[in-house]
């Protein structure tokens, strides 16, 4: 079945430190991928997506994002976080047959400690 | 240009009652997307629609559960004779282009729904 893997359910990180949040998907060929941020009480942005090219992504509020197709990983890293990071993050694919319909993982909540 | 906009964003209904959850999509967008995100969980693709067409509902329970996108108005989420395991967050995206992936979906900022 097709699906979105994010292992880790939370994850805390001192302000200054680097972060790695892990998402796995299983598709038989390279979906497209995403990255999401949702604040507590708040609706999803985008931070980044990846199609083809290059596979290190840059994105928003200084974050990035690696293809690994021999992993079948898409992680999420930022060097620094700030307080500002704590939120819950969420990898996403929309199969390459279908593209109208987003398929999410679990998501990652990220605190940040002071 | 205002983002995507949806209400009410906090809704309680008693178990057995109508629930009616709006969703105004970005200027200019004819695309709608629902999603329901249950405590603890990702968001559930729910259903796809454009301008009074259903285009893919195969995330959609099959009973109490409808959705619209009228001509003129917003699109509506109907949930019927609501349930305790109804009460989630509802996600109303759209986007500008359909069946182009690189068309990003912009979402709204949620409906909470409560049944007591």
């Known amino acids: 079945a097709q699906s979105v893997t994010q292992p880790d359910i939370h994850i805390t990180v001192s302000e200054g430190a680097s972060l790695e949040l892990r998402c796995n998907y299983s598709?038989?060929?390279?979906?497209?991928l995403f990255w999401y941020v949702q604040s507590p009480g708040q609706g999803l942005q985008l931070l980044l997506k990846?199609?083809?090219?290059?596979?290190l992504v840059q994105g928003i509020k200084g974050f990035e994002a690696e293809f690994k197709r021999s992993q079948s990983s898409f992680n999420l890293r930022k060097p620094s976080v700030h307080w500002s990071d704590a939120a819950e993050y969420f990898c996403?694919?929309?199969?390459?047959?279908?593209?109208?319909?987003?398929?999410f993982g679990s998501g990652t909540r990220l605190s940040i400690r002071p | 240009n205002a983002g995507v906009m949806q209400n009410p964003r906090h809704l309680v209904r008693r178990r057995g009652q109508e629930a009616r959850l709006r969703c105004s999509p970005m200027?200019?967008?004819?695309?709608v997307y629902w999603y329901r995100q249950l405590p603890e969980e990702g968001l559930k693709f729910m259903v796809y629609?454009?301008?009074?067409?259903?285009?893919?509902e195969s995330g959609m329970p099959k009973e109490r559960f409808s959705a619209e996108f009228p001509k003129e108005g917003p699109s509506i989420l109907r949930i019927q004779q609501v349930v305790r395991g109804d009460s989630a967050a509802y996600f109303c995206?759209?986007?500008?282009?359909?069946?182009?992936?690189?068309?990003?979906?912009?979402f709204g900022p949620g409906t909470r729904l409560t049944v007591l």
């Open positions: 995206a759209s986007s500008l282009n359909a069946g182009d992936v690189t068309d990003t979906q912009y």
């Open positions: 200027k200019g967008h004819s695309h």
């Open positions: 990846y199609f083809s090219g290059d596979t």
């Open positions: 629609l454009q301008k009074e067409n259903i285009i893919d």
């Open positions: 598709y038989g060929a390279t979906p497209y």
């Open positions: 996403a694919v929309v199969p390459y047959s279908s593209a109208s319909k987003i398929i």
